[in-house]
């Protein structure tokens, strides 16, 4: 049975005491019928499922219903050789030369323990993204390149052609232009950036698209 956490428990426990069937919780919660049904029957063994009784706090529905505690981990063989293990990734010396000369000290055990061994003393890194936020019609990101080869319709013979997309920073809504031919790559380029009026001498697109922009959005720097 899928161990939940105690957050998902008081959800549950609060639902079917409000009588929602299992099937709709599971639906909302995203958990599979069996684990709703499991928890169900553990509830109402526990006596969680009487209404006119305070819902259990969450000390108690982890204590009776939460994960078990987790076994006490064996040490691991690599334990005794921590600090040469230590001074020799200090070194740059790669996780096979360790094993052998861990093993040349009396180590008995396998190389995954060792890799294993590693990756406690240095867990991956994450890479964190930051999302750069915009106002409406202050900026947008273009993409130009091949779209491969298509017939031309004006020669009649199949021509390389390149595709122009603009993407709304604010909306996130990217705004391709139609494959050109070759021949008329740098004007239909230049075209999608300058604006048809020639209101001004600023590279601006004007790109509206009702259905899928956001309110404001009409222009691009």
Not at 86 to 94: F, I, P
Not at 95 to 120: E, L, N, P, Q, W
């Amino acid at each position: 049975m899928e161990r939940l956490h105690v957050h998902y428990l008081r959800e549950l426990v609060h639902r079917l005491r409000a009588g929602a069937s299992q099937r709709a919780i599971a639906h909302d919660l995203g958990l599979a019928r069996m684990t709703v049904q499991k928890y169900a029957q553990l509830a109402a063994a526990a006596g969680y499922l009487d209404a006119s009784q305070p819902l259990p706090d969450a000390a108690e529905l982890t204590r009776r219903l939460g994960p078990p505690p987790r076994p006490p981990r064996t040490p691991s063989s690599v334990e005794p050789y921590r600090e040469q293990v230590e001074q020799l990734l200090a070194d740059g010396v790669e996780m096979m030369t360790i094993f052998d000369r861990i093993r040349a000290h009396g180590y008995t055990g396998s190389y995954s323990s060792i890799r294993r061994f590693v990756r406690t003393l240095q867990p991956a890194k994450s890479t964190a993204f930051v999302r750069v936020h915009t106002a409406p019609g202050e900026e947008a990101q273009v993409d130009f390149g091949s779209a491969g080869t298509l017939l031309d319709p004006i020669g009649g013979r199949p021509r390389r052609a390149w595709i122009f997309v603009m993407t709304l920073s604010y909306s996130r809504h990217p705004t391709p232009s139609n494959p050109s031919p070759s021949a008329a790559m740098a004007p239909s380029c230049t075209s999608c950036h300058v604006a048809p009026n020639g209101s001004n001498n600023k590279s601006i697109c004007t790109l509206q698209h009702p259905a899928a922009s956001r309110p404001g959005e009409t222009t691009a720097n």
